[in-house]
């Protein structure tokens, strides 16, 4: 079982920044992917941007250029350092861990853009 607790939503001007944390405890693996998705109300869940253990990235074309994922492999953190925010990024977003067919999920932290 991993547990994953993310941290550091909130409320800010577009144009401004946030950092979203996700600090995973309990049965991590060396092999695995960690990411952020984002739900808006109304909207399904998507995919924001990964990172695996070999620290290969990827990101929604809606995020490149403003947001960044990074990871502290000995704090078991990962990161999503969000710049240039709008209001369209506005949405819940949760913390994932893959490995192979098992995946845990975060709470979810708030993000609101305001115009």
């Known amino acids: 079982q991993v547990q994953l607790v993310e941290s550091g939503g909130g409320l800010v001007q577009a144009g401004g920044s946030l950092r979203l944390s996700c600090a995973a405890s309990?049965?991590?693996?060396?092999?695995?992917?960690m990411g952020w998705f984002r739900q808006a109300p109304g909207k399904e869940r998507e995919l924001v941007a990964t990172?695996?253990?070999?620290?290969?990235?990827y990101y929604a074309d809606s995020v490149k250029g403003r947001f960044t994922i990074s990871r502290d492999t000995v704090k078991n953190t990962v990161y999503l350092q969000m710049n240039s925010l709008k209001p369209e990024d506005t949405a819940v977003y949760y913390c994932?861990?893959?490995?192979?067919?098992?995946?845990?999920w975060g709470q979810g932290t708030q993000v609101t853009v305001a115009s």
């Open positions: 309990g049965r991590t693996f060396s092999t695995y992917i």
């Open positions: 990172i695996s253990w070999s620290r290969s990235t």
């Open positions: 994932n861990y893959r490995r192979d067919s098992y995946e845990s």
